[in-house]
């Protein structure tokens, strides 16, 4: 489901989690998985910078998921961009919005991306800057 990390960068630890939440099985099973994880992030200690990214096989941005982000206090800067596709038209969720990434506020996300013209895997390529 997650694999976690701490990364130091520059003298300052960040801890990096690693989602791959259920493809199989229903929305609900995923709301739970999601809500193990930002159970999880809550035993960081501040101010350390904090990333959850990775395939959450579900739209975050619709509630109850969004709902369980706005409440761990968490940045959802994929959500700027609005409705969008992280998987390409050739694949069985084409059109999904599934994969995100996550930032607490020890962070200042910018330039979210999604990279629709890499086709190198069933997902296309996200990414930020920090």
């Known amino acids: 489901m997650a694999l976690i990390c701490e990364v130091s960068i520059q003298d ?3 801890v990096l ?3 791959h939440i259920e493809s199989r099985g229903n929305n ?6 999601l809500s193990e994880v930002l159970t999880e992030v809550k035993s960081v ?15 975050i941005s619709e509630a109850p998921a969004a709902a369980l982000i706005v409440e761990s206090r968490l940045k959802n800067p994929l959500s700027a961009i609005g409705r969008h596709a992280t998987v390409p038209e050739r694949h069985r969720r084409s059109g999904a919005a599934i994969d995100w990434i996550l ?3 020890a ?10 013209n890499i086709s190198a895997s069933d ?8």
């Open 12 to 14: 300052k630890t960040h």
């Open 17 to 19: 989690y690693n989602v």
């Open 28 to 33: 609900d099973l995923r709301i739970s998985q």
């Open 45 to 59: 200690h501040p101010p350390t910078p904090v990333i959850i990214a990775g395939d959450f096989n579900f739209d």
């Open 103 to 105: 930032t607490n506020e």
């Open 107 to 116: 962070l200042s996300p910018r330039q979210s991306e999604i990279h629709s």
């Open 123 to 130: 997902h296309f390529p996200i990414s930020l800057q920090l």
